[in-house]
């Protein structure tokens, strides 16, 4: 089946830095979503992004289908920028394949 | 947010016993799903609903069972509780099956196998 992978696995920053998520994916996919688990556990959706980029505030997400990876990059961090981040592609009827995830915590 | 309700939020039950989780929606979605989040897999699916009374396997569905009789709800039950599936579910809806729907998901159910 597809595989789905995450990097890094883990990423400490200073509030204000910058940073990139990474998301490879084993096979050509139709779609790409970005979730944000908070630390009380909701999973919030990001970016619905098949290919191209979107921009949503701090936050934005690439997708290049033909090269099979994603991207999600977080600007001038916040603290409520912690969690985990995760990429899932979706399969026939919707089901979707997850990464393991990126876990982010911003220090103040 | 999408309109996804899962009941209990948290519990804690003992080995061998049986165990229903409930899904409830108000988006009137055709398509629900259950899903597991272990630690360093991500969330995994357990079993899919694509209609009422229409369900099927996922990756992880040993030990477990589905029903939907209404379109609102759909149930995931555990006929006798182990600790390995000590997990959080979580529960989501998509308005179609086609890969170009996006998904929501509930506030998951944390639940602990004693």
């Known amino acids: 089946g597809i595989q789905v992978e995450q990097s890094p696995p883990d990423l400490i920053l200073q509030e204000g830095a910058n940073s990139t998520l990474r998301c490879n994916f084993s096979?050509?996919?139709?779609?790409l979503q970005w979730f944000h688990q908070n630390p009380w556990g909701q999973l919030i959706n990001l970016f619905y992004?098949?290919?191209g980029t979107k921009q949503n505030g701090r936050l934005s997400a690439t997708t290049v289908a033909t090269e099979r990876y994603s991207l999600l990059y977080i600007s001038s961090s916040q603290t409520t920028d912690s969690g985990v981040y995760f990429c899932?592609?979706?399969?026939?009827?919707?089901?979707?394949?997850f990464g393991a995830g990126t876990i982010l915590r911003v220090k103040s | 947010d999408a309109g996804i309700t899962q009941s209990p939020r948290h519990k804690v039950t003992e080995t061998g016993t049986p165990v229903t989780l409930r899904c409830h929606q108000t988006?009137?979605?055709?398509?629900m799903y259950w899903y597991r989040q272990d630690p360093g897999h991500g969330l995994r699916l357990i079993h899919y609903?694509?209609?009422?009374?229409?369900?099927d396997k996922g990756e992880v569905s040993d030990g477990y069972s589905v029903s939907r009789s209404k379109t609102e709800d759909f149930l995931l039950t555990l006929e006798s509780a182990t600790s390995s599936q000590t997990s959080v579910y979580f529960c989501?809806?998509?308005?179609?099956?086609?890969?170009?729907?996006?998904?929501?998901f509930g506030q998951g159910t944390r639940l602990t196998v004693v």
């Open positions: 989501a809806i998509s308005a179609l099956g086609h890969p170009n729907t996006e998904a929501f």
């Open positions: 992004i098949p290919s």
């Open positions: 096979d050509s996919v139709n779609n």
């Open positions: 609903s694509y209609g009422v009374k229409d369900t």
């Open positions: 988006e009137n979605h055709r398509y």
């Open positions: 899932a592609l979706p399969l026939y009827g919707n089901k979707l394949v």
